[in-house]
C-alpha cells in the first residue's frame, strides 16, 4: 500500500494546484455524465484550498457540493463545517453549485440525523471527486480510532451514512463511510506538516483502519493520491 505522493514547495501552490487538478477532473466528469458530485473535507486545513476552488471557471450549476462529515453543531456554529464551506468554496464562481446538505434538522438525534441525510446524499452518489483531510490521530472525515461505530462504518456493508462519537472528537459527528469514500472516482488526501507527515507513515507501518481508518481510503481500489506541504 504506497500512495501516490505529490509535495509542493508551499501551502499556497498546494491549494492552487489541487484546486486546477480537481476542477479539472470535475470538468472530465461533467463532459462524460452532464454533472459531477465533489465531497470535501472539514476541519482547520482546507481553507485556501476550497477558496481557491472557489475561484476557478467551470460549469459549477451542474456541480453537487457535499462534505466528507459533519459536526452536529448548530450549521452556523463555528465549528460546522459548513460554515466554513459556505466562506471558502460556496461563492465567486463556485456560487452556483448545489449544496448537498449534511446538516440535519435541529432536534434529531444522531442515528435519525444519519437517517434524514442519507435520503439527500444517496440520489447524488457516487462521488466524483473526493477531497480528504487526514487528522494527525490518523482519522479522516469523521472515522476516528475509538469510533463507536467505527467497524461498522469501515465494513463492506456499511451504511451510507453513520452517526460516530469518539473520544478524538469534541461532539457527535456524521461521516460518509468507508465504501462511500473509497468508491469514488478520484480521491485526493490534502496533509500539512510533519506531524502528519508522521501520522501518515505510521498509518502505512500499521495493519488496521481500526487504529488508523486512513488506511481504509490508501486501500481503495483505484488507489488515493496524498498532497503534502510543509
Ligand atoms: O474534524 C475533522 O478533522 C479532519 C482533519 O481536520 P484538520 O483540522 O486536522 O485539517 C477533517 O478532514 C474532517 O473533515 C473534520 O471534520
Known amino acids: 500500500m504506497t500512495p501516490r505522493m505529490v509535495r509542493y514547495d508551499s501551502r499556497a501552490q498546494q491549494a492552487q494546484r489541487l484546486a486546477r487538478t480537481c476542477v479539472a477532473q470535475l470538468s472530465q466528469t461533467i463532459e462524460a455524465k452532464g454533472h459531477a458530485t465533489l465531497a470535501v473535507p472539514g476541519g482547520s486545513t482546507p481553507g485556501p484550498f476550497l477558496e481557491a476552488m472557489s475561484r476557478e471557471k467551470l460549469d459549477w450549476s451542474v456541480v453537487r457540493v457535499m462534505l466528507t462529515d459533519e459536526r452536529l453543531v448548530p450549521a452556523d456554529h463555528d465549528r460546522a ?128 483502519a481500526l487504529e488508523a481508518p486512513i488506511r481504509a481510503i490508501l486501500a481503495a481500489p483505484a488507489g488515493a493520491t496524498v498532497h503534502y506541504a510543509d
Open 81 to 208: 463545517n459548513a460554515k466554513l464551506l459556505r466562506e471558502t468554496l460556496l461563492q465567486n464562481e463556485a456560487a452556483a453549485a448545489r449544496l448537498i446538505q449534511l446538516n440535519p434538522t435541529p432536534g434529531l438525534t444522531p442515528e435519525e440525523a444519519a437517517a434524514e441525510v442519507t435520503e439527500h446524499v444517496l440520489p447524488v452518489l457516487p462521488l466524483d471527486v473526493c477531497v480528504l483531510g487526514m487528522g494527525a490521530d490518523m482519522h479522516t472525515a469523521s472515522l476516528f480510532p475509538g469510533g463507536d461505530r467505527l467497524a461498522e462504518a469501515l465494513a463492506a456493508t456499511a451504511p451510507t451514512v453513520i452517526p460516530m462519537r469518539a473520544p478524538g472528537a469534541a461532539e457527535p459527528r456524521l461521516t460518509l463511510t468507508a465504501p462511500v469514500l473509497q468508491t469514488a472516482t478520484h480521491i485526493h488526501i490534502l496533509i500539512q506538516g510533519q506531524e502528519k507527515h508522521d501520522a501518515l507513515d505510521q498509518a502505512l507501518a500499521t495493519t488496521s
